[in-house]
């Protein structure tokens, strides 16, 4: 089975990319366990339900992959729409090199599995809202900032922040539906249209940064 400390993370590691692959439902405390090459024992050892390990996947998710990831494309030492734009070009080559590892395309982790079990299970629904809560402040800051710079028209940074992400959720789900990665590549330049730039120019300029 491999060390036993190894198991926990090993698990954490198996759920996500099986419910992400997969879906929250189809996937079975069994399947996970030998994804992990875990033996069932000691998965109750770790972890009481799939809900219970599927919340612990996701925070483990946050902290070793979208909070590094999003404090270096929002760093404050970076103009506000470029933190904005090459954060979401990642999407698209994320995406893409997702479909190109599975054969299809994968969307949102969190968005997935959020919408699935958003009436069933009450803590994993409740890890899927603090992460997106997390997330959504990342656009914040880079909105407000934009306005205090004179980028964009002035704006309640928390509701264009909330519109972002609806923008942005709706197309990375229309991506999965019709498997096709194409469908996020226009999405800095729909997203810098909604924020309403003030100087078309440059924002071309900046959505071009690699």
């Known amino acids: ?64 992959d979208w909070k590094p990831g999003l404090d270096r494309c929002f760093s404050p030492s970076l103009d506000p729409l470029t933190r904005l734009t090459t954060y979401l070009e990642a999407h698209y080559l994320r995406q893409t090199e997702n479909k190109k590892r599975t054969g299809k395309m994968l969307g949102c982790p969190v968005c997935s599995v959020g919408s699935e079990v958003s009436t069933q299970e009450v803590d994993v629904s409740a890890k899927v809202r603090e992460i997106m809560s997390r997330k959504r402040r990342y656009y914040e800051s880079a909105i407000r900032d934009a306005v205090a710079e004179g980028a964009i028209e002035v704006c309640d940074p928390v509701q264009k922040a909330a519109a972002m992400a609806g923008l942005m959720e709706g197309i990375v789900s229309q991506s999965r539906i019709m498997n096709d990665p194409e469908l996020i590549r226009p999405l800095p330049a729909m997203v810098l249209e909604l924020l309403r730039v003030k100087q078309p120019s440059a924002a071309a300029a900046v959505s071009t940064a690699p």
């Open 1 to 64: 089975m491999g060390r036993t400390s190894d198991a926990n993370e090993r698990l954490k590691d198996a759920a996500l990319a099986l419910m992400w692959e997969e879906s929250y439902g189809a996937v079975t405390i069994d399947d996970i366990c030998k994804r992990a090459d875990v033996k069932k024992g000691s998965f109750y050892y770790f972890f009481q339900s799939k809900a219970d390990l599927a919340v612990a996947a996701l925070e483990k998710m946050w902290s070793e």
